[in-house]
């Protein structure tokens, strides 16, 4: 292209974009979409995990199937995610027919848009374009943020720190917040050859991500599809001993329910090197975005924090719920919502008043974050009467008004 493409910002609160693809790359492109408030139509006779979440959750409209021209009726943007030149042409036939602006991950020649190397910092946004070079974007981008961040300029292009290559980074990306990923964790991200992906983690952090990375969808959708543990650890191991710099990043914290101990060992069994960097977790950061402290002067000295994806009464279930009704302290309870009242009920029948304040909070620190206050004895039915969905965390104990004034 001879002529400078002419920079603007799109305002697509509320209005259509239509994403043709269900694989990485949409992935990576669809939670920048919705933060900024698009209507997104999804058009993919397949998709990957963490897009089938977000379809579940009803954050964006699916059509399982191949791509028609009247999907773009009404569309204001739309970005092609596929890797067949055939059908990514016609879906720019389809989108000049209308006067809709075409970006194509296929073919950035053939794009009237094209997608720029974006780096958030609270309401500023800045967006490079490398003139078509999306290194030299990623590299400008990356400069500008270090900048911004007050923290060293990046790596200059092609060099990495001496010993990077051929290690796992397990890295915890916090509980959505896309800023609370730690320093180091967003720069080992930044230095990664390969990003094997949970569900739970910001979806802005892949938007951000250098086009040659390779980005493995491990999503575990809770009593859903999901990849088999083995299979994500040789993944790692396999793409290690290939000389990558791997990056496993997860929601929360590695070592809280992250599995981030079984994956360690599986590195190290084959000799894999592997560093930890811890992340924010959403049992305290969950209730903090809530206003909801886990300890608090006079009120509670000690936390615990359990899984409820099992219930009580199962037998492969590692948590004494007795004991924990008889604690004066706060209870936070992770992925409990599921059996959120056999949980309640056992605890009251074990001592902990029914009257005791509780709390959930879903999807906390995150645009879509709710917030729902009762008490042990009624939570787990006005949880369900307010359709609170996973991920949510459940807290219990008189921290929950602690706050409150």
């Given at each position: 292209m001879s002529a400078s493409p002419y920079p603007l910002g799109l305002r697509l609160d509320g209005r259509r974009v239509v994403v043709v693809g269900g694989g990485a790359v949409a992935t990576r492109r669809v939670p920048a979409l919705l933060d900024a408030g698009a209507d997104v139509l999804l058009v993919a006779p397949e998709l990957t995990p963490a897009l089938r979440a977000r379809a579940d959750a009803g954050r964006l409209r699916w059509a399982p199937r191949r791509f028609a021209p009247d999907d773009l009726d009404g569309a204001w943007l739309v970005q092609v995610a596929i890797d067949d030149p055939v059908?990514?042409?016609?879906?720019?036939?389809?989108?000049?027919?209308?006067?809709i602006f075409c970006v194509r991950a296929d073919d950035r020649t053939a794009a009237t848009?094209?997608?720029?190397?974006?780096?958030?910092?609270?309401?500023?946004?800045?967006?490079?374009?490398?003139?078509?070079?999306?290194?030299?974007?990623?590299?400008?981008?990356?400069?500008?943020?270090?900048?911004?961040?007050?923290?060293?300029?990046?790596?200059?292009?092609?060099?990495?720190?001496?010993?990077?290559?051929?290690?796992v980074a397990l890295v915890g990306s916090g509980p959505g917040d896309p800023e609370l990923i730690t320093v180091r964790g967003w720069r080992l991200l930044t230095e990664a050859d390969v990003v094997v992906a949970d569900r739970l983690v910001p979806g802005l952090l892949l938007d951000e991500l250098r086009p040659d990375v390779e980005l493995v969808d491990a999503s575990k959708i809770p009593y859903g599809p999901s990849r088999a543990q083995e299979e994500i650890n040789q993944i790692l191991v396999d793409r290690a001993l290939a000389g990558a710099s791997v990056v496993r990043l997860k929601g929360g914290d590695p070592y809280v329910f992250g599995r981030g101990g079984e994956e360690l060992l599986a590195c190290a069994a084959a000799g894999v090197p592997v560093t930890v960097v811890p992340g924010v977790t959403s049992s305290i950061a969950g209730p903090a975005a809530a206003g909801i402290p886990v300890t608090h002067?006079?009120?509670?000295?000690?936390?615990?924090?359990?899984?409820?994806?099992?219930?009580?009464?199962?037998?492969?279930?590692l948590v004494r719920w007795e004991a924990l009704a008889g604690l004066r302290g706060t209870l936070v309870i992770l992925m409990g919502l599921k059996n959120l009242a056999a949980i309640a009920a056992t605890l009251i029948a074990h001592g902990r008043p029914p009257e005791t304040p509780a709390a959930v909070v879903?999807?906390?620190?995150?645009?879509?974050?709710?917030?729902?206050?009762?008490?042990?004895g009624a939570v787990a039915g006005d949880a369900l009467a307010a359709d609170l969905r996973p991920p949510a965390v459940v807290v219990v104990g008189d921290v929950v008004g602690a706050l409150d004034g």
């Open positions: 059908a990514a042409e016609s879906v720019t036939v389809a989108a000049a027919e209308r006067r848009a094209w997608t720029p190397a974006v780096t958030r910092h609270g309401p500023v946004t800045v967006a490079v374009l490398g003139g078509g070079d999306p290194r030299r974007a990623m590299t400008v981008r990356d400069a500008i943020r270090d900048l911004l961040d007050a923290r060293r300029p990046a790596a200059p292009e092609g060099t990495r720190p001496e010993g990077v290559r051929g290690r002067r006079g009120v509670a000295h000690e936390f615990t924090v359990v899984s409820g994806h099992l219930a009580p009464d199962s037998p492969a279930s879903q999807e906390a620190t995150t645009g879509a974050q709710r917030v729902l206050r009762s008490t042990l």
